[in-house]
């Protein structure tokens, strides 16, 4: 097939929220941190996982906020349905699961006294409970917390009572996009977490601007992307989806290396993916501009912690968790919705893995260099373009939970 050079591509970014530059305070400051992490954590829906990590009745997984001192367990039912709860017996409080991921048979124990728990969640057995003077089993169950899903993805909101149901939250994304990210054929592939010393906000900036691709990664993917290909937007009225980009091949493809041209040929994970290699997504609809000859990914970022790359045959997740004013943990998950069978394709993954490792590397160096000038005051302002518009509405949306969060 050969490429189309001549589609006109869409506007880069907007001034539609201001051109004025930014406070860095809100990267480094103790009270607004603590304010975001009782009004946005506290408050937002937040992507925990999704459906087909837990396969099959008692799968569970835990998940944890340690700036808030939460731990929930997440567990698939006998009946099938997905709950969450806190990982908190109501005995005494003791965690009943310590571990990250498993399955569970029938049902929860908690270990310090032995009260059983149902995967549901009820009180099933408590020993020696005459000895209690008047225990009411059917009001001791696990404490729920809210859950809901979206397109196969798991969230969850600390708030019992979410302001927004999280259609009303995701409502930017579009029904189609549901049907393509939501097939049971994804499944996790590769993943990791690492510990950055930056602001739990830095990872996702640098992950909603393709301004520093041609510098930042001129070692690495910037002959094939650069800021020209990265096309911004934002979506004003949204709660949960601030903005989003469109990743596209520049016209004319620099300099590649072997390898990735080699694993180019295998399928479509590596950004180094060749003209001929173009794809028509199937149920795609949805994604502005899947059908442009030139399209390589959508990425959204879902506030207040997650950015999702959808590309032909892989998700790429992103997500960010406070740990102090200078400290998250940046968890990176891969879904693919065919598993590699092939040597060629297994060696296609891999390349698509060790490149977004050295990629994200860049990133996290950067910004923890960020982090240490912001919070010894050296920069007290930020400048953004308009290819940087995503990390102002990102701004902006934050900056209304907080201030309406503490007008409460
Ligand atoms: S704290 Fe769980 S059984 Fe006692
Ligand atoms: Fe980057």
Known sequence: MNIATNVSLPAQGSDALGI????????????????????????????????????????????????????????RGKDGIIRAFRNACTHRGTKIVTEERGRLRGGMICPYHGWAFGLDGDLLNVPDEETFGCLDKDNEGLHTVSLDKWGGFIFINLDPHPQWSLKEYLAPLGEDLIK???????????????????NWK???????????????????????????????????????????HHLFRPEKLGEQTPIGLLAARYGATSLYAEPEKEFAANNFDQLAFSQHPRWILDGYLLFPNTVLFVQKGQLFIQRTLPLSPHECLWEVDFYHSEKPQKFGEKFNHEQGRIQIRDVLSEDLKIVEGIQENY????????????????IRAYYHSIRQFVEEGSSR
């Open 180 to 198: 393509y990210v939501g097939d049971e054929q994804w499944t996790w592939s590769f993943g990791w977490k690492s510990r950055v010393k930056s």
């Open 20 to 75: 004025e530059k930014l406070p860095t305070d809100f990267y480094v400051c103790e009270n607004h941190y603590r304010s975001e992490l009782e009004n946005v954590f506290s408050k937002c829906w937040l992507m925990v996982g999704r459906e087909t990590d837990l396969a099959k009745s008692g799968d569970f997984f835990t998940y944890k906020i340690d700036a808030l001192s939460v731990s929930i367990i997440v567990v």
């Open 375 to 390: 919070r010894s005051g050296a920069i007290k302002e930020m400048n953004l373009s308009r290819q940087e518009v995503i």
């Open 202 to 244: 830095s990872p996702v900036d640098a992950q909603v601007e393709g301004y520093h691709i041609t510098y930042g990664h001129r070692r690495t993917i910037s002959r094939n992307v650069t800021a020209e290909t990265t096309r911004p937007y934002i979506n004003p009225g949204s709660i949960g989806v601030p903005g989003g």
